[in-house]
């Protein structure tokens, strides 16, 4: 059972920056990032294949976020830029045991435990 390690979030005016990292035991996992605002679901927020290193965002975070990983040190990295107050919630890493790109829950076998992102204005 792989095994994910997020680092703590934290809180940052619009328009300022944020790197959240994800550190996973296994390999050859797809990897994304989901967000869970109170009261609603989680939604796909990312996500990075293992292969070929695809990327898929989110129409809500595109040319603001930008996931990477090294895979020499089993890292997941969600790099979020000019945060808006809509982006407060809680990240959760993921891990998927499939090529491609997952943007459902259900696609994903094990999980972060989640770190909160607050964006203040």
């Known amino acids: 059972q792989v095994q994910l390690v997020e680092s703590r979030g934290g809180s940052v005016q619009a328009g300022g920056s944020l790197r959240l990292s994800c550190a996973h035991s296994g390999r050859m996992f797809s990897m994304g990032w989901f967000r869970q605002a109170p009261g609603e679901e989680r939604v796909f927020v990312a996500g990075?294949?293992?292969?070929?290193?695809?990327?898929d965002y989110a129409d809500s975070v595109k040319g603001r976020f930008t996931i990477s990983r090294d895979n020499v040190k089993n890292v997941v990295f969600l790099q979020m830029t000019n945060l808006k107050t809509d982006d407060t919630a809680v990240y959760y890493c993921a891990a998927a045991r499939t090529a491609r790109i997952g943007v459902w829950t259900r696609e994903y076998d094990a999980w972060g435990q989640g770190t909160q992102v607050t964006v203040s204005s």
């Open positions: 990075i294949s293992w292969s070929d290193d695809m990327t």
